[in-house]
C-alpha cells in the first residue's frame, strides 16, 4: 500500500507520486539543457517533451495491461481509468523512440542519434530518482532474506500480515541507474569537448549497460512482467538481451568495418556467447534454486560483466582505427 505523505480536505497525496513527479521534472530539465545546448534545437525540445509523455504513458499502460490483464475489468477500463493499475517503464522508452522517430520523419529533429543521446541520458537519471518512489510502496520488491542486512526492506505480507524482509531491488536499480547516468555523461561530456564521440554512441552504451543491469536486477523481483505466453523469462529480461545483441552486432560491424576481417574477432564472439550462455543458465538455475540465489546472481553478475567487456573492446578495436580514419579504408583506398 502507497504511503500517504498529505491529506488535504478529501485529497490523498502519496509520497510515491511525489518522487515520480520529481523524477519527471529530473528527466525533462535534463533533456532540455543536454539537447538544446550541443543541437539548439528548441522547436523540436519543444515539441518532444510534450509527445513522449503522452506517448511514453499511454505505451506504458498498456504493456502493463497485456502483462498483468487480470488487474484490469478490461482493457477499456485499463486506458480509460488510470486511478488504479501501473505502468510498465518499457513503454516509456518505447514513447521516447516513437517521438524521437516522428519528429525526424516531419524533420522537426535533423539527428535522430543525437536526440537519443540526449533521451537516454535525460532518462536515466529520471530512472534513478524514479525508482525510489518504490521506497514508499509495496511494488518493485525482490526475494525474502533470511536475515536483516543494508539492502533488505520490511514488507507486510498482504495475506498473512506478517513481516517480511525482501531485497531493496529498486534501491539497487536506482543505484545502478545512477552510476550508469554518472559514467555516460562524463563520456559525453568529454567526447563533445574533444568532439570525437559519434552520434548515437552514448544510446548504444547505455542499451549494452542498462540492459546488463536490468538483466541481473529484474530477476530478483517478485513483482516481474512476462509475457502471456512465457512465465519463465521477463519481458525486461528479454528486452534487456535484445537491447545488448543489438549493441554487439552494431559494434562488431563497425569493427570489421575499420579493421577488416580478422580470425581473432570469432574468439570475441566466442567469448560473447558464452557469457550470454552462462547468464542465461545461471537464470534458469536461480528459478529452480532459489535457495542458492546469491551463488547464481554471483555468478550471473560475472557473466554480465564479462559480456559487458567484450562489447567494450569490440568497441575500442573499432574506434581505434575511426579516429585514425581507417587503415584497412585508407588502404583499400589507395589500391
Known sequence: MDKIAWIIGETYIYWQSIILMIASVTAILM????????????????????????????LA????????????????????????????????????????????????????????????????????????????SAADRGMILQRVTPLAFPVVNAITGQMEYRLATFLLQAMATGIIFLVLLSVWLVGRKGKQLPDGEITLRFLMLY?????????????SLFLRSNGFVSVVQILSLLAMVTVIVIFSVKMVKAKGWQWEFLG??????????????????????????????????????????????????GLQNEKSGGKYAAAHHGR
Open 61 to 136: 499502460r498498456l504493456v502493463h495491461w497485456y502483462c498483468q490483464s487480470a488487474a484490469y475489468e478490461s482493457f477499456t477500463a485499463a486506458i480509460t481509468d488510470w486511478s488504479g493499475g501501473s505502468f510498465a517503464l518499457m513503454g516509456v522508452f518505447a514513447g521516447c523512440l516513437l517521438t524521437a522517430c516522428l519528429l525526424r520523419l516531419v524533420r522537426l529533429v535533423r539527428n535522430l542519434p543525437q536526440m537519443l543521446d540526449c533521451m537516454v541520458l535525460a532518462g536515466s537519471a529520471g530512472i534513478a530518482v524514479g525508482r525510489l518512489a518504490s521506497l514508499y
Open 31 to 58: 533533456f532540455a539543457g543536454l539537447y538544446i545546448g550541443k543541437s539548439g534545437n528548441v522547436a523540436g525540445t519543444a515539441a518532444a517533451v510534450p509527445m513522449a509523455m503522452i506517448s511514453g504513458l499511454f
Open 211 to 223: 540492459g546488463a543491469a536490468q538483466a541481473l536486477l529484474d530477476s530478483t523481483r517478485y513483482d
Open 268 to 317: 570475441i564472439w566466442l567469448g560473447e556467447l558464452v557469457f550470454l550462455g552462462g547468464a542465461g543458465y545461471m537464470e534458469y538455475y536461480v528459478q529452480r534454486h532459489g535457495d542458492r540465489a546469491l551463488k547464481a546472481y554471483s555468478m550471473m553478475a560475472i557473466c554480465l560483466m564479462g559480456t559487458v567487456l567484450l562489447t567494450a573492446l569490440i568497441r575500442r578495436l
